[in-house]
C-alpha cells in the first residue's frame, strides 16, 4: 500500500475526502463529487468488469 493510500485508509470517514482531495473547501468537494457522479452515470458495470485485473 503506497503512503497516500495508507493515509487516506486511516483518516476518519468524515475526514477521508478531505484528506484525499488534500483540502477542506467545501467548494472542491462540491465539484468533485459533481465529478464522480457523472463519471458513475456513465460507467457500467461491464465496463468495470473489464477494468479488474484476471486473477
Keep these: 500500500m503506497s503512503d497516500r493510500r495508507a493515509e487516506v485508509a486511516s483518516a476518519s470517514v468524515d475526514g477521508a475526502p478531505s484528506t484525499a ?3 477542506s473547501d467545501p ?3 462540491a465539484q468533485a463529487v459533481a465529478l464522480l457522479e457523472a463519471l458513475a452515470e456513465r460507467l457500467a458495470p461491464e465496463m468495470l468488469a473489464r477494468l ?4
Design 52 to 55: 479488474t485485473p484476471d486473477a
Design 27 to 29: 467548494a472542491e468537494h
Design 21 to 23: 482531495l488534500g483540502t
